[in-house]
């Protein structure tokens, strides 16, 4: 079985450029996340969908980071103006469904260096 | 989001058992018990989880106190690859079944 896939593996931009990750999902599954880890911190939840729907954006920086899952599928995550402090490795991960006994799979995540 | 506690570090010997203690003093009668552990450049990974029983799969056993205020994850023959950050989580419906990372715990393995 795939596992959950990223790209890219790696990004270096500079502070107010645009730049975006993507993550395709084990197949089948419903629910998807995005998760940003910070150095030496654990993982935080960004946003996370059920199929093409929003279940939880509470933990986004709405008026600089945006995702969408087109199909139910794939899902981005922009994030537009990058700022020194969106430094981190970006996290995706998917479930079969959202419930407390899931088991979530995530993907080798994209590190992303703001300079 | 209930609150767990584990300790920052901890540092075992190869092909020796694996103790990682888990407080959860704060922990509802529907919150599971999740395991995950962090290989290094790597996602989190699935370990193990349980409700009140103990639990046993083929990575680890998971031990639970009977009040469930504390959970311990065993590692029974700890292996240089088990080299991980380990993350303690409580998951339930009260928190929309998110897992909510804390630090963790590092573990090193010495050959």
């Known amino acids: 079985e795939a596992g959950v896939a990223q790209s890219p593996r790696y990004k270096i931009i500079e502070k107010r450029q645009s730049v975006a990750f993507w993550c395709n999902p084990i197949s089948g599954h419903a629910t998807l996340y995005w998760y940003q880890q910070i150095l030496g911190q654990g993982p935080k939840l960004l946003i996370q969908f059920q199929n093409n729907g929003v279940v939880d954006d509470s933990q986004l920086p709405k008026d600089r980071f945006s995702a969408e899952r087109l199909k139910g599928v794939d899902s981005t995550l922009k994030i537009q103006p990058a700022k020194l402090e969106d430094s981190a490795v970006y996290l995706c991960?998917?479930?079969?469904?959202?419930?407390?006994?899931?088991?979530?799979?995530f993907g080798p995540g994209t590190r992303l260096t703001v300079l | 989001d209930a609150k767990t506690t584990q300790p920052n570090s901890m540092e075992s010997n190869e092909e020796e058992p694996v103790h990682l203690p888990c407080n959860h003093s704060t922990i509802s009668g529907t919150d599971y018990i999740h395991w995950y552990r962090q290989l290094p450049s790597q996602g989190p990974e699935y370990v193990i989880h349980?409700?009140?029983s103990n639990v046993n799969n083929r990575m680890a056993s998971l031990a639970i106190a009977e009040d469930r205020k504390s959970s311990t994850l065993i590692l029974h023959r700890a292996t240089l690859r088990d080299a991980a950050v380990y993350y303690c989580i409580l998951r339930g419906g009260g928190s929309n079944y998110k897992l909510t990372f804390g630090k963790g715990t590092l573990l090193t393995v010495n050959p």
């Open positions: 349980g409700l009140t």
């Open positions: 991960a998917s479930s079969l469904e959202s419930r407390d006994t899931d088991t979530q799979y």
